[in-house]
């Protein structure tokens, strides 16, 4: 099983960027699929995250409003689409999967990690 993360890199202050996470080696359709992220010297903190066969979506408050989280089921890829970014985004973002019966924003919940991203957002 392998989530491939993708798409992370240095933006400035106000602008966009889409993260990418490409799943393979199994079936996520009964799964949670959800981004998180780590800056330097903090917790991983929850993100977006989404039911891999539905489209209720879940936002941690500090994204809300300027963050999406998406899915193409074909590409078996979820994305999150990170509009207004500000220098506290600064991290780096992994993308997990979980078995769960309802959206979690707890890292011990996830079964499998991608390898993270690196967004820098300048001021």
């Known amino acids: 099983v392998q989530l491939q993360a993708s798409g992370g890199g240095l933006v400035q202050a106000g602008g966009s960027l889409r993260l990418s996470c490409t799943a393979s080696g199994r079936t996520f359709s009964n799964y949670v699929m959800a981004w998180f992220r780590q800056a330097p010297g903090k917790e991983r903190e929850f993100v977006a995250a989404m039911w891999w066969s539905g489209s209720s979506t879940y936002y941690a408050n500090s994204v809300k409003g300027r963050f999406t989280i998406s899915k193409d089921n074909a590409r078996n890829t979820v994305y999150l689409q990170m509009n207004s970014l500000k220098p506290e985004d600064t991290a780096v973002y992994y993308c997990?999967?979980?078995?769960?019966?309802?959206?979690?924003?707890?890292?011990?919940?996830?079964?499998?990690w991608g390898q993270g991203t690196l967004v820098t957002v300048s001021s």
């Open positions: 997990a999967a979980g078995q769960l019966l309802s959206a979690s924003a707890v890292v011990s919940d996830y079964d499998y």
